[in-house]
């Protein structure tokens, strides 16, 4: 498998072992997960840089989240929320990620500095493919049989692996076809969509037979239905059971982990590098007593 991605003038080739971090700006008011919405332009730029300086290595933008229970939005609200805050970040020189299945929405984000379209329809509109060909920006393939926006469990006849490999390559092939250079595809097995948790779960284990079709795999496993379908946990308590799954999908070769919480996520890759033998012990201040313990407040007089 290859681990090349091309992000328009820029190319990443992550260590096994080692994904890149993606973090999540929701530009919308309806993510799922989101205790806390940012409601202004300035409060989702310095979201994003903070995320950055977590360490992120991508941002993912969106303007309109996956869930069901909300319309679609459209493009015309969708752009005016994702492009100001795509100029900002690439303004920074920040790899931003554009979450979305609406060709007009990829354009504008694209004409704005975004390196990537994340597109969660499985490439159903072919326009986005020949946009990324013309810009040279990566494009995410993502598994899924429902239509955006629409709850649907498909019938995979007992094998949704042989469903995933088959759709994903095929998309893939569709994607060639409009111009896409095989270092700009990233595969998404699309945990949860179209999925119920068992299926999911079954995707995961099957993972080396998506491997196989030859691109770096996406692993959004965050707060997802999944985990709080194993542990019993709400999405804003699944922090240890996503830790877990970042941990398993590092071990399968996942090239990028998409997060919410990504000091979290980067300081669990960090210590499991150094205690793996991958990453050598950094230098630390051994005068600084707030590593070592947490001094006891004064009395109050």
């Not at 990324?132 to 049989?145: F, N």
Request: glycine fraction near 8%.
């Amino acid at each position: 498998m290859s681990r090349t991605i091309r992000l328009r003038e820029r190319t990443l080739e992550p260590p096994p072992g080692r994904p890149l971090v993606m973090g999540i700006v929701n530009a919308g008011p309806d993510s799922f997960s989101d205790a806390v919405r940012l409601r202004t332009l300035d409060a989702q730029v310095a979201h994003a840089l903070g995320l950055v300086a977590d360490g992120a290595d991508i941002v993912d933008v969106g303007g309109e989240s996956g869930v069901t229970y909300t319309p679609p939005t459209t493009p015309e609200v969708e752009i005016e929320r994702v492009v100001p805050l795509v100029e900002r970040l690439a303004g920074e020189g920040v790899a931003v990620s554009v979450d979305t299945w609406k060709a007009p929405v990829a354009e504008a984000a694209l004409i704005a500095g975004a390196a990537m379209i994340n597109d969660t329809s499985g490439l159903a509109d072919l326009r986005l493919a020949e946009l990324c060909a013309a810009s040279g920006a990566a494009l995410v393939v993502m598994h899924t049989r429902a239509a955006p926006k629409q709850e649907r469990f498909a019938d995979y006849a007992g094998d949704v692996v042989a469903d995933v490999v088959a759709f994903l390559a095929e998309r893939c092939a569709a994607a060639r076809t409009a111009g896409v250079a095989d270092e700009q595809l990233v595969l998404d097995p699309g945990p949860d969509f179209s999925k119920t948790p068992a299926e999911t779960v079954a995707v995961l284990h099957g993972i080396d037979r998506i491997a196989a079709l030859g691109r770096p795999l996406l692993l959004a496993v965050s707060r997802k239905y999944f985990v709080g379908a194993i542990t019993g946990r709400p999405p804003a308590e699944r922090l240890a059971g996503t830790l877990a799954a970042v941990g398993w999908a590092a071990d399968a070769g996942a090239a990028i982990v998409r997060v919410h919480d990504v000091a979290a996520v980067a300081d669990f890759l960090r210590v499991r590098a150094v205690l793996s033998g991958e990453d050598d012990m950094p230098s630390f201040d051994g005068d600084d007593d707030a590593l070592k313990w947490i001094r006891a407040r004064p009395p109050r007089g």
